[in-house]
Protein backbone atom coordinates (compact mmCIF):
# COMPACT_ATOMS: atom_id res chain seq x y z
CA UNK A 1 0.00 0.00 0.00
CA UNK A 2 1.53 3.36 -1.36
CA UNK A 3 2.59 6.11 1.81
CA UNK A 4 -0.70 7.86 0.39
CA UNK A 5 -2.71 5.61 1.23
CA UNK A 6 -1.42 4.97 4.81
CA UNK A 7 -1.43 8.03 5.99
CA UNK A 8 -5.18 8.51 4.82
CA UNK A 9 -5.99 5.61 6.77
CA UNK A 10 -4.21 5.86 9.59
CA UNK A 11 -6.12 9.71 9.76
CA UNK A 12 -9.69 8.38 9.49
CA UNK A 13 -9.43 5.68 12.26
CA UNK A 14 -7.53 8.33 14.39
CA UNK A 15 -10.72 10.41 13.46
CA UNK A 16 -13.44 7.76 14.12
CA UNK A 17 -12.31 8.23 17.90
CA UNK A 18 -11.29 11.83 18.17
CA UNK A 19 -13.51 14.20 19.96
CA UNK A 20 -14.67 17.11 17.94
CA UNK A 21 -12.38 19.38 19.38
CA UNK A 22 -9.44 17.78 18.81
CA UNK A 23 -10.87 17.10 15.04
CA UNK A 24 -11.52 20.91 14.46
CA UNK A 25 -7.78 21.88 15.54
CA UNK A 26 -7.13 18.97 13.08
CA UNK A 27 -8.34 20.39 10.24
CA UNK A 28 -7.29 23.83 10.69
CA UNK A 29 -3.49 22.59 10.73
CA UNK A 30 -4.46 20.17 8.00
CA UNK A 31 -5.51 22.93 5.78
CA UNK A 32 -2.79 25.34 6.74
CA UNK A 33 -0.10 22.67 6.63
CA UNK A 34 -1.58 22.20 2.83
CA UNK A 35 -1.45 25.96 1.93
CA UNK A 36 2.06 26.72 4.06
CA UNK A 37 3.92 23.43 3.59
CA UNK A 38 6.16 22.36 0.68
CA UNK A 39 4.61 18.88 0.62
CA UNK A 40 5.73 15.81 -1.72
CA UNK A 41 3.17 15.15 -4.01
CA UNK A 42 1.98 12.13 -2.81
CA UNK A 43 1.45 13.37 0.97
CA UNK A 44 -0.36 16.79 -1.29
CA UNK A 45 -2.70 14.73 -2.47
CA UNK A 46 -3.50 12.57 0.83
CA UNK A 47 -3.95 16.12 2.76
CA UNK A 48 -6.54 16.89 -0.47
CA UNK A 49 -8.54 13.94 0.35
CA UNK A 50 -8.27 14.04 4.34
CA UNK A 51 -9.70 17.75 3.90
CA UNK A 52 -12.15 16.47 1.59
CA UNK A 53 -13.60 13.35 3.68
CA UNK A 54 -13.71 16.12 6.71
CA UNK A 55 -16.41 18.27 4.82
CA UNK A 56 -18.67 15.26 5.54
CA UNK A 57 -17.87 15.76 9.67
CA UNK A 58 -20.95 15.60 12.12
CA UNK A 59 -19.73 18.76 13.80
CA UNK A 60 -19.89 22.37 12.31
CA UNK A 61 -16.86 23.47 14.49
CA UNK A 62 -14.87 20.79 12.17
CA UNK A 63 -16.39 22.11 9.16
CA UNK A 64 -15.82 25.77 10.36
CA UNK A 65 -12.02 25.40 11.39
CA UNK A 66 -11.20 24.04 7.98
CA UNK A 67 -13.18 26.87 6.05
CA UNK A 68 -11.24 29.72 8.54
CA UNK A 69 -7.79 27.95 7.37
CA UNK A 70 -8.99 27.97 3.45
CA UNK A 71 -10.87 30.74 3.01
CA UNK A 72 -8.58 33.49 1.61
CA UNK A 73 -6.11 31.36 -0.32
CA UNK A 74 -6.19 30.94 -3.97
CA UNK A 75 -4.54 27.31 -3.01
CA UNK A 76 -6.77 25.71 -1.77
CA UNK A 77 -8.75 22.91 -3.31
CA UNK A 78 -11.89 24.00 -5.78
CA UNK A 79 -13.73 21.30 -4.56
CA UNK A 80 -13.45 21.98 -1.08
CA UNK A 81 -14.21 25.52 -1.01
CA UNK A 82 -17.31 25.28 -3.35
CA UNK A 83 -18.64 22.66 -0.81
CA UNK A 84 -18.28 24.77 2.25
CA UNK A 85 -19.43 27.65 0.33
CA UNK A 86 -23.12 25.13 0.35
CA UNK A 87 -22.43 24.34 4.08
CA UNK A 88 -24.82 26.48 7.03
CA UNK A 89 -24.33 30.07 6.64
CA UNK A 90 -21.81 30.48 9.81
CA UNK A 91 -19.16 28.21 7.54
CA UNK A 92 -20.19 29.62 4.21
CA UNK A 93 -19.39 33.32 5.17
CA UNK A 94 -16.09 32.70 5.46
CA UNK A 95 -15.76 30.82 2.13
CA UNK A 96 -18.25 32.99 0.43
CA UNK A 97 -16.80 36.26 1.86
CA UNK A 98 -13.49 35.65 1.84
CA UNK A 99 -12.30 32.94 -1.15
CA UNK A 100 -10.23 34.34 -4.21
CA UNK A 101 -11.43 30.75 -6.11
CA UNK A 102 -14.78 31.57 -7.07
CA UNK A 103 -15.26 32.38 -10.94
CA UNK A 104 -17.89 34.51 -12.01
CA UNK A 105 -19.84 31.85 -13.31
CA UNK A 106 -19.64 29.89 -10.00
CA UNK A 107 -20.72 33.15 -8.37
CA UNK A 108 -23.79 33.53 -10.21
CA UNK A 109 -24.59 30.14 -9.84
CA UNK A 110 -24.52 30.62 -6.26
CA UNK A 111 -26.82 33.59 -6.20
CA UNK A 112 -29.51 31.20 -8.74
CA UNK A 113 -29.21 28.72 -6.46
CA UNK A 114 -28.80 30.41 -3.00
CA UNK A 115 -30.57 31.63 -0.09
CA UNK A 116 -31.27 35.28 0.75
CA UNK A 117 -28.28 35.00 3.23
CA UNK A 118 -25.81 33.52 0.10
CA UNK A 119 -26.69 36.76 -1.78
CA UNK A 120 -25.95 39.34 0.84
CA UNK A 121 -22.64 37.68 1.45
CA UNK A 122 -21.47 37.71 -2.23
CA UNK A 123 -23.25 41.24 -2.67
CA UNK A 124 -20.92 41.55 0.30
CA UNK A 125 -17.14 40.73 -1.31
CA UNK A 126 -14.63 42.86 -1.61
CA UNK A 127 -15.19 42.65 -4.89
CA UNK A 128 -17.87 41.71 -6.83
CA UNK A 129 -17.69 41.40 -10.76
CA UNK A 130 -20.51 42.74 -13.08
CA UNK A 131 -21.59 39.53 -14.56
CA UNK A 132 -22.65 38.75 -11.16
CA UNK A 133 -24.06 42.03 -9.44
CA UNK A 134 -26.40 41.95 -12.95
CA UNK A 135 -27.66 38.22 -11.60
CA UNK A 136 -27.90 40.01 -8.03
CA UNK A 137 -29.72 43.26 -9.08
CA UNK A 138 -32.36 40.75 -10.87
CA UNK A 139 -33.40 38.87 -8.62
CA UNK A 140 -32.32 39.99 -5.46
CA UNK A 141 -34.40 41.49 -2.58
CA UNK A 142 -34.26 44.96 -0.97
CA UNK A 143 -31.55 43.22 1.86
CA UNK A 144 -29.43 42.33 -0.53
CA UNK A 145 -29.61 45.14 -3.37
CA UNK A 146 -28.28 47.71 0.00
CA UNK A 147 -25.60 45.61 0.53
CA UNK A 148 -24.49 45.90 -3.24
CA UNK A 149 -25.29 49.54 -3.11
CA UNK A 150 -23.24 49.78 -0.06
CA UNK A 151 -20.48 48.38 -0.91
CA UNK A 152 -17.84 50.20 -2.91
CA UNK A 153 -16.47 46.96 -4.77
CA UNK A 154 -19.18 46.31 -6.35
CA UNK A 155 -19.14 46.95 -10.41
CA UNK A 156 -22.72 47.96 -11.12
CA UNK A 157 -23.45 48.79 -14.49
CA UNK A 158 -26.05 51.65 -16.29
CA UNK A 159 -28.09 48.75 -16.84
CA UNK A 160 -27.76 47.03 -13.26
CA UNK A 161 -28.59 50.49 -11.65
CA UNK A 162 -31.43 51.19 -13.81
CA UNK A 163 -32.65 47.57 -12.96
CA UNK A 164 -32.77 48.32 -9.85
CA UNK A 165 -34.90 51.31 -9.65
CA UNK A 166 -37.34 49.49 -11.26
CA UNK A 167 -37.55 46.66 -9.41
CA UNK A 168 -36.85 48.99 -6.07
CA UNK A 169 -37.50 51.72 -6.46
CA UNK A 170 -39.98 52.03 -4.17
CA UNK A 171 -38.22 51.36 -1.01
CA UNK A 172 -37.27 54.89 0.48
CA UNK A 173 -33.46 53.56 1.59
CA UNK A 174 -32.77 51.84 -1.88
CA UNK A 175 -33.86 55.01 -3.75
CA UNK A 176 -31.74 57.18 -1.29
CA UNK A 177 -28.42 54.83 -1.67
CA UNK A 178 -29.20 55.42 -5.37
CA UNK A 179 -29.82 59.17 -5.70
CA UNK A 180 -26.39 59.26 -3.73
CA UNK A 181 -24.47 58.35 -6.57
CA UNK A 182 -22.42 60.15 -8.70
CA UNK A 183 -22.42 58.73 -11.94
CA UNK A 184 -26.65 57.86 -11.93
CA UNK A 185 -27.81 59.06 -15.65
CA UNK A 186 -30.80 60.79 -16.04
CA UNK A 187 -32.65 58.33 -17.26
CA UNK A 188 -32.64 56.63 -13.64
CA UNK A 189 -33.27 59.83 -11.96
CA UNK A 190 -36.48 60.08 -13.61
CA UNK A 191 -37.41 56.83 -13.26
CA UNK A 192 -36.74 57.17 -9.09
CA UNK A 193 -38.74 60.52 -9.44
CA UNK A 194 -41.62 58.95 -10.94
CA UNK A 195 -41.66 56.62 -8.12
CA UNK A 196 -41.74 59.54 -5.61
CA UNK A 197 -44.56 60.70 -7.58
CA UNK A 198 -46.80 57.29 -7.67
CA UNK A 199 -46.33 57.00 -3.53
CA UNK A 200 -47.20 60.84 -3.30
CA UNK A 201 -50.12 60.46 -5.32
CA UNK A 202 -51.04 56.96 -3.64
CA UNK A 203 -51.06 58.68 -0.32
CA UNK A 204 -54.32 58.21 1.45
CA UNK A 205 -53.24 60.64 3.66
CA UNK A 206 -52.34 63.81 1.75
CA UNK A 207 -55.71 63.00 -0.54
CA UNK A 208 -58.23 63.45 2.30
CA UNK A 209 -55.96 66.70 2.78
CA UNK A 210 -56.43 67.91 -0.65
CA UNK A 211 -58.85 66.09 -2.40
CA UNK A 212 -57.88 63.38 -4.87
CA UNK A 213 -58.33 64.92 -7.78
CA UNK A 214 -56.43 68.26 -7.12
CA UNK A 215 -53.49 65.72 -5.77
CA UNK A 216 -53.51 64.03 -9.28
CA UNK A 217 -53.66 67.72 -10.92
CA UNK A 218 -50.35 69.12 -8.41
CA UNK A 219 -48.67 65.91 -8.76
CA UNK A 220 -49.21 65.81 -12.69
CA UNK A 221 -47.62 69.30 -13.24
CA UNK A 222 -44.61 68.57 -10.72
CA UNK A 223 -43.84 65.66 -11.80
CA UNK A 224 -43.85 67.13 -15.21
CA UNK A 225 -41.88 70.12 -14.11
CA UNK A 226 -39.02 67.96 -12.54
CA UNK A 227 -39.23 65.82 -15.75
CA UNK A 228 -38.11 69.03 -17.76
CA UNK A 229 -35.12 69.97 -14.66
CA UNK A 230 -34.05 66.33 -15.27
CA UNK A 231 -33.99 66.80 -19.14
CA UNK A 232 -32.63 70.27 -19.05
CA UNK A 233 -29.31 69.16 -16.43
CA UNK A 234 -28.80 66.06 -18.26
CA UNK A 235 -25.48 65.51 -19.99
CA UNK A 236 -25.27 65.42 -23.65
CA UNK A 237 -24.24 62.15 -24.26
CA UNK A 238 -27.04 61.14 -21.55
CA UNK A 239 -29.77 63.00 -24.12
CA UNK A 240 -30.31 60.19 -26.21
CA UNK A 241 -31.00 56.95 -23.50
CA UNK A 242 -33.38 59.47 -21.29
CA UNK A 243 -35.46 60.47 -24.85
CA UNK A 244 -35.58 56.72 -25.77
CA UNK A 245 -37.14 55.92 -22.26
CA UNK A 246 -39.31 58.88 -22.29
CA UNK A 247 -40.56 58.19 -25.54
CA UNK A 248 -41.66 54.61 -24.21
CA UNK A 249 -43.01 56.07 -21.38
CA UNK A 250 -45.41 58.07 -23.46
CA UNK A 251 -44.03 61.09 -21.93
CA UNK A 252 -42.71 62.62 -25.26
CA UNK A 253 -46.17 64.56 -25.60
CA UNK A 254 -46.82 68.01 -27.62
CA UNK A 255 -47.33 69.31 -24.10
CA UNK A 256 -44.40 68.03 -22.68
CA UNK A 257 -41.91 69.12 -25.70
CA UNK A 258 -43.78 72.61 -25.30
CA UNK A 259 -42.69 72.88 -21.96
CA UNK A 260 -39.13 71.47 -22.92
CA UNK A 261 -39.07 74.41 -25.90
CA UNK A 262 -40.84 77.61 -23.84
CA UNK A 263 -37.98 76.38 -20.78
CA UNK A 264 -35.28 76.74 -23.59
CA UNK A 265 -34.45 72.99 -23.20
CA UNK A 266 -33.37 73.20 -26.63
CA UNK A 267 -30.59 70.03 -26.35
CA UNK A 268 -33.07 67.78 -24.69
CA UNK A 269 -35.78 69.32 -27.30
CA UNK A 270 -33.94 69.18 -30.41
CA UNK A 271 -32.86 65.23 -29.40
CA UNK A 272 -36.27 64.52 -28.58
CA UNK A 273 -37.66 65.75 -32.35
CA UNK A 274 -34.22 63.52 -33.79
CA UNK A 275 -35.87 60.18 -32.29
CA UNK A 276 -39.06 61.13 -33.44
CA UNK A 277 -38.34 62.05 -36.91
CA UNK A 278 -35.57 59.66 -37.07
CA UNK A 279 -33.31 62.27 -39.19
CA UNK A 280 -29.69 63.56 -38.44
CA UNK A 281 -29.01 65.28 -35.08
CA UNK A 282 -27.01 67.25 -36.63
CA UNK A 283 -29.29 68.98 -39.35
CA UNK A 284 -32.35 68.90 -36.84
CA UNK A 285 -30.57 71.33 -34.49
CA UNK A 286 -29.53 73.69 -37.64
CA UNK A 287 -33.10 73.86 -38.69
CA UNK A 288 -34.76 74.65 -35.11
CA UNK A 289 -31.45 77.12 -34.59
CA UNK A 290 -31.14 78.75 -38.27
CA UNK A 291 -33.92 77.25 -40.58
CA UNK A 292 -36.99 79.38 -42.48
CA UNK A 293 -40.61 79.12 -41.36
CA UNK A 294 -41.77 76.24 -43.75
CA UNK A 295 -38.36 74.24 -43.04
CA UNK A 296 -38.81 73.79 -39.05
CA UNK A 297 -42.89 73.54 -39.76
CA UNK A 298 -41.53 70.52 -42.52
CA UNK A 299 -39.06 68.90 -39.35
CA UNK A 300 -42.33 69.24 -36.70
CA UNK A 301 -44.67 67.45 -38.60
CA UNK A 302 -42.25 64.62 -39.98
CA UNK A 303 -41.92 64.17 -35.96
CA UNK A 304 -45.82 63.56 -35.24
CA UNK A 305 -47.39 67.08 -34.40
CA UNK A 306 -50.09 68.04 -36.54
CA UNK A 307 -50.63 71.16 -38.47
CA UNK A 308 -52.92 72.90 -36.07
CA UNK A 309 -50.07 72.56 -33.40
CA UNK A 310 -46.97 72.62 -35.39
CA UNK A 311 -47.76 76.33 -36.47
CA UNK A 312 -47.60 77.06 -32.66
CA UNK A 313 -44.43 74.97 -31.93
CA UNK A 314 -42.69 77.02 -35.00
CA UNK A 315 -43.34 80.51 -33.05
CA UNK A 316 -42.02 79.43 -30.36
CA UNK A 317 -39.13 78.46 -31.45
CA UNK A 318 -38.74 81.66 -33.13
CA UNK A 319 -39.84 83.55 -30.01
CA UNK A 320 -37.04 81.38 -28.24
CA UNK A 321 -34.28 82.37 -30.93
CA UNK A 322 -34.91 85.56 -30.37
CA UNK A 323 -35.13 85.48 -26.50
CA UNK A 324 -31.74 83.66 -26.52
CA UNK A 325 -29.99 85.80 -28.70
CA UNK A 326 -31.47 88.32 -26.20
CA UNK A 327 -31.11 87.12 -22.90
CA UNK A 328 -28.43 84.37 -23.04
CA UNK A 329 -31.22 81.88 -22.38
CA UNK A 330 -35.00 81.48 -23.13
CA UNK A 331 -37.16 82.42 -20.41
CA UNK A 332 -40.49 80.37 -20.03
CA UNK A 333 -41.99 83.64 -19.02
CA UNK A 334 -40.84 85.52 -21.91
CA UNK A 335 -41.95 82.87 -24.67
CA UNK A 336 -45.01 82.07 -23.08
CA UNK A 337 -46.75 85.22 -23.06
CA UNK A 338 -45.34 85.95 -26.29
CA UNK A 339 -47.47 83.15 -27.88
CA UNK A 340 -50.20 83.96 -25.56
CA UNK A 341 -50.48 87.68 -27.20
CA UNK A 342 -49.51 86.09 -30.48
CA UNK A 343 -52.54 83.46 -30.66
CA UNK A 344 -55.08 84.43 -28.23
CA UNK A 345 -56.35 86.75 -30.10
CA UNK A 346 -57.31 84.84 -32.88
CA UNK A 347 -59.74 81.83 -33.25
CA UNK A 348 -57.45 78.95 -32.87
CA UNK A 349 -58.12 74.64 -33.60
CA UNK A 350 -59.03 72.74 -30.41
CA UNK A 351 -55.45 71.44 -30.29
CA UNK A 352 -53.86 74.49 -30.55
CA UNK A 353 -56.17 75.77 -27.83
CA UNK A 354 -55.65 72.78 -25.70
CA UNK A 355 -51.88 73.23 -26.04
CA UNK A 356 -51.81 77.37 -25.28
CA UNK A 357 -54.00 76.59 -22.29
CA UNK A 358 -51.08 74.45 -20.74
CA UNK A 359 -48.56 77.52 -22.03
CA UNK A 360 -50.69 79.97 -19.97
CA UNK A 361 -50.27 77.70 -17.19
CA UNK A 362 -46.71 77.35 -16.77
CA UNK A 363 -46.18 81.01 -17.16
CA UNK A 364 -48.52 81.41 -14.20
CA UNK A 365 -46.50 79.18 -12.43
CA UNK A 366 -43.39 81.17 -13.65
CA UNK A 367 -44.89 83.91 -12.02
CA UNK A 368 -45.30 82.33 -8.97
CA UNK A 369 -42.23 81.03 -8.23
CA UNK A 370 -40.62 84.45 -8.84
CA UNK A 371 -42.94 86.04 -6.66
CA UNK A 372 -41.55 83.43 -4.00
CA UNK A 373 -37.68 83.85 -4.73
CA UNK A 374 -38.38 87.61 -5.10
CA UNK A 375 -39.94 87.68 -1.27
CA UNK A 376 -37.61 85.29 0.23
CA UNK A 377 -34.79 87.66 -1.19
CA UNK A 378 -36.15 90.43 0.61
CA UNK A 379 -36.96 88.87 3.53
CA UNK A 380 -32.83 87.73 3.62
CA UNK A 381 -32.30 91.54 3.10
CA UNK A 382 -34.27 92.67 5.44
CA UNK A 383 -33.60 90.71 8.28
Known amino acids: MSGRYVIIEAFLRWAET ?57 RAPRNVVLTLAEDQPEIAGQIILFSPIFTDADLVDLVLRGSDVTRVLIASRGHVPRMVCAALTEIGGETEIQCLLENDGALLSQASVKRIAERLGDCADIRGLLLSRDTLSSEVRHLLMCKVSDAFSESGLIQTLIGAGRLQQVTREATESATVHIAGSAQHEQLPDLVEHLRQCGWLTPAFLMHALCSGKVDFFACAITNLCGRDERR ?5 SRGRIYAIRALYESAGLSRDISTVFVEATLIWREASRANGEALLENVSSRLMRKFRLAEQPAAATQLLDMVEKLANVERRQAARSFAALATLAAA
Open 18 to 74: AKAENRARAANALGRAYLQSEMPSEERAAAEMAMTYLLDDPSPRVRLSLAEAVAHSP
Open 284 to 288: VRSII
